[in-house]
C-alpha cells in the first residue's frame, strides 16, 4: 500500500510509515501487546519500538494522518492546520499585521484589530463577537489571557475594548470591554471587568480585581480584591515599554519557528493582486 513517505523537515512531527512485519512492542510495564502486520511507525528512519500507555489502534491513526499529511506536502498541496487560530465571526474577519504574531493554539475571532508587532500568546482568547477589539503595536497578550466584549454598558460609553501600545497583558488575566492605555503593565491573574479606564502608565499587581467602572489615574499602582491605589512608586514607562520589547523579540522567533504553516504570505499576495489591479486601472 506505501513504499515509502519522506517527511518534510520542516515539520519534525512527521513520521516515517515503512513496510514490517515485526510486533509492534509495549513497554514491560504495559500489560497489554498490540501487533502490526504490515506497517511500522518510525521517527526519522528509526523503528519504534512502543509507545506508553496508547493502543495499537490509535498508533496506526496517527500513521495515517501524519502519513496522509506528508504525502500532500511532497505532492506540493498547502497544508493548513485544522485548528483556526484566527477566524471570521458574524462576517467580521480579524485583521492581523504581517508581523503580528498569533500563537497556533489561541483564538482571534470577530471584530478584532491587531497592529504590528502585537502578540496574542498560547491559549489566549481575543473575541470581538459583540464589540470590536483593537490591540496596539507591541502589544501583548500572554497565555491564557482572555480579552472580551459585552454588548452595552451601564454608563453608555461604547463597549469595545482599547488596548494601547506597548502594553503587556499578563497570563490568566481577563479583559472585558475597558480602555487600557499605553506603557501599561496588567499583572498576572489581574480581572478588568467591564467599562474600566486605565490610563497610560498603570501597574496592575498580580491578582488585582478591579470593580466594573474603575479609573486608574496616569502613572500609579494597584493591588487587590477589591483594588486600591497603593502609595509606592509604579515602575517608570520606560520599563514598561522594555518589557513590552523584550516579549515581541521573543515572539519574533516564534514566527519564523511557525513557517511555512502561517499564513503571512497571504498578505503578501493580497498586496500583489492590488498592485496588478492598480496598474491595469493606469493603463
Same mark, same amino acid.
Given at each position: 500500500?506505501?513504499?515509502q513517505i519522506?517527511?518534510?523537515?520542516?515539520?519534525?512531527?512527521?513520521?516515517?510509515?515503512?513496510?514490517s512485519?515485526?510486533?509492534?512492542?509495549?513497554?514491560?510495564?504495559s500489560k497489554?501487546?498490540?501487533?502490526?502486520?504490515?506497517?511500522?511507525?518510525? !521517527?526519522?528512519?528509526?523503528?519504534?519500538?512502543?509507545?506508553e500507555?496508547?493502543?495499537?489502534?490509535?498508533?496506526?491513526?496517527?500513521a495515517?494522518r501524519?502519513?496522509?499529511?506528508?504525502?500532500?506536502?511532497?505532492?506540493g498541496?498547502?497544508?493548513f492546520?485544522?485548528?483556526?487560530?484566527?477566524?471570521?465571526?458574524?462576517?467580521?474577519k480579524?485583521y492581523v499585521?504581517?508581523?503580528?504574531?498569533?500563537?497556533?493554539?489561541s483564538?482571534?475571532?470577530?471584530?478584532?484589530?491587531?497592529?504590528?508587532?502585537?502578540?496574542?500568546?498560547?491559549?489566549s482568547v481575543?473575541?470581538?463577537?459583540?464589540n470590536?477589539?483593537?490591540?496596539?503595536c507591541?502589544? !501583548?497578550?500572554?497565555?491564557? !489571557?482572555?480579552?472580551?466584549t459585552?454588548?452595552?454598558l451601564?454608563?453608555?460609553f461604547?463597549?469595545s475594548c482599547h488596548?494601547g501600545n506597548?502594553t503587556?497583558?499578563?497570563?490568566?488575566?481577563?479583559?472585558?470591554s475597558?480602555?487600557i492605555?499605553?506603557?501599561?503593565n496588567?499583572?498576572?491573574?489581574?480581572?478588568?471587568?467591564e467599562?474600566?479606564?486605565?490610563?497610560?502608565?498603570?501597574?496592575?499587581?498580580?491578582?488585582?480585581?478591579?470593580?466594573?467602572?474603575?479609573?486608574c489615574?496616569?502613572?500609579?499602582?494597584?493591588?487587590?480584591?477589591p483594588?486600591?491605589?497603593s502609595?509606592s512608586?509604579?515602575?517608570?514607562?520606560?520599563?514598561?515599554?522594555?518589557?513590552?520589547?523584550?516579549?515581541?523579540?521573543?515572539?519574533?522567533?516564534h514566527?519564523?519557528?511557525?513557517l511555512?504553516?502561517?499564513?503571512?504570505?497571504?498578505?503578501?499576495?493580497?498586496?500583489?493582486?492590488?498592485?496588478?489591479?492598480?496598474?491595469?486601472?493606469g493603463?
Amino acid at each position: 500500500m506505501f513504499s515509502q513517505i519522506i517527511s518534510n523537515a520542516s515539520r519534525p512531527s512527521t513520521f516515517l510509515l515503512r513496510r514490517s512485519s515485526k510486533p509492534l512492542k509495549l513497554p514491560s510495564t504495559s500489560k497489554r501487546s498490540y501487533r502490526t502486520t504490515n506497517y511500522l511507525l518510525g !521517527a526519522e528512519g528509526a523503528e519504534l519500538v512502543g509507545t506508553e500507555n496508547r493502543s495499537g489502534k490509535h498508533v496506526i491513526g496517527r500513521a495515517l494522518r501524519e502519513t496522509g499529511v506528508a504525502a500532500k506536502i511532497a505532492a506540493g498541496e498547502e497544508v493548513f492546520s485544522i485548528r483556526r487560530p484566527v477566524m471570521s465571526l458574524l462576517g467580521s474577519k480579524p485583521y492581523v499585521a504581517n508581523d503580528a504574531f498569533v500563537s497556533p493554539t489561541s483564538t482571534v475571532c470577530g471584530s478584532v484589530y491587531l497592529v504590528d508587532s502585537s502578540s496574542v500568546w498560547y491559549n489566549s482568547v481575543v473575541k470581538g463577537d459583540c464589540n470590536e477589539v483593537r490591540v496596539g503595536c507591541y502589544t !501583548a497578550i500572554l497565555d491564557r !489571557a482572555v480579552v472580551n466584549t459585552v454588548q452595552t454598558l451601564d454608563t453608555g460609553f461604547p463597549a469595545s475594548c482599547h488596548i494601547g501600545n506597548w502594553t503587556v497583558i499578563g497570563s490568566n488575566s481577563v479583559v472585558t470591554s475597558s480602555s487600557i492605555g499605553d506603557y501599561c503593565n496588567i499583572g498576572e491573574g489581574c480581572v478588568v471587568p467591564e467599562g474600566c479606564i486605565i490610563e497610560d502608565g498603570v501597574t496592575l499587581m498580580p491578582g488585582t480585581v478591579l470593580e466594573p467602572g474603575s479609573l486608574c489615574g496616569k502613572d500609579s499602582i494597584w493591588e487587590g480584591n477589591p483594588a486600591r491605589s497603593s502609595s509606592s512608586p509604579p515602575p517608570s514607562r520606560s520599563h514598561n515599554k522594555s518589557l513590552a520589547s523584550q516579549i515581541q523579540l521573543i515572539a519574533q522567533d516564534h514566527i519564523e519557528e511557525y513557517l511555512p504553516y502561517g499564513d503571512a504570505h497571504k498578505h503578501l499576495e493580497e498586496v500583489v493582486v492590488e498592485g496588478d489591479g492598480i496598474e491595469e486601472g493606469g493603463k
